[in-house]
């Protein structure tokens, strides 16, 4: 099947920092990425889709200045968190479709922010 | 957007009973996807059955999809301590994105 490979799979920083998470599709092209934030014990909230060569589209609520979203190439998605506070630590899970959509989506293996 | 709910939230059987975890959902669809998370890790797409279809399988695993109720069963058969994790539903229609309810929890005991 299609692998997605999501860089780190943990990161600690400091508040006030900025941190990117990378999501990769290896062996196919992602025309649109998804990227998802969970909290323990919860479910996967999608926070925005991310297509290439266009701006993501954020979900109601979520704030686009906060969270940058770069699709510049068919094979990477970026995630950074901007000036992280503490309440933005959790578990950040990227997910893409691949060309040929079949329906199915293919997901990293998440990654773990924690914000000191 | 679609979302499933999955019931029920939490689930303990022991190795080698079946599982059986349900699904429902409020809108049209073209298609609902079963999708695994182990503590910790991503989600695993486990099996898709179309609009147009009322029942699939996939190694142990068995879905049922009734669309006149709006509702999709997952049954896991010859349960494994392995199939400890989380499942959850994913009805999708016209758009690409899915979102996801609050899953059911399996737990498979030795």
């Known amino acids: 099947g299609a692998v997605v490979s999501q860089h780190p799979s943990w990161v600690i920083c400091k508040s006030g920092t900025s941190v990117k998470i990378e999501c990769r599709s290896l062996?196919?092209?992602?025309?649109?990425m998804f990227w998802y934030r969970q909290f323990p014990k919860q479910s996967l909230m999608l926070m925005a889709t991310?297509?290439?060569?266009?701006?993501?589209?954020?979900e109601q609520g979520v704030e686009k200045d906060k969270f940058l979203i770069n699709h510049a190439s068919l094979t990477l998605s970026t995630l950074t968190v901007t000036s992280a506070h503490p309440e933005d630590s959790s578990f950040y899970i990227c997910?893409?479709?691949?060309?040929?959509?079949?329906?199915?989506?293919?997901f990293g293996e998440g990654s773990r922010l924690t914000v000191l | 957007s679609q979302q499933g709910e999955e019931d029920p939230q939490a689930l303990s059987i022991q190795e080698g009973e079946n599982a059986t975890m349900n699904c429902s959902y409020k809108?049209?669809?073209?298609?609902l996807q079963w999708y695994r998370q182990n503590s910790g890790r991503g989600l695993v797409h486990l099996i898709l059955?179309?609009?147009?279809?009322r029942e699939k399988h996939s190694g142990r695993l068995r879905v049922t999809l009734d669309t006149s109720k709006k509702s999709s069963s997952l049954l896991i058969t010859a349960s494994r301590a392995a199939d400890t994790a989380s499942y959850f539903c994913?009805?999708?229609?016209?758009?690409?994105?899915?979102?996801f309810g609050t899953g059911t929890r399996l737990q498979v005991t030795l």
């Open positions: 997910s893409a479709k691949a060309g040929g959509y079949t329906g199915e989506l293919f």
């Open positions: 062996d196919f092209q992602a025309t649109t």
């Open positions: 991310s297509n290439e060569g266009s701006k993501a589209t954020y």
């Open positions: 809108t049209s669809i073209n298609n």
């Open positions: 059955i179309r609009s147009n279809e």
């Open positions: 994913a009805p999708s229609g016209t758009a690409s994105k899915l979102t």
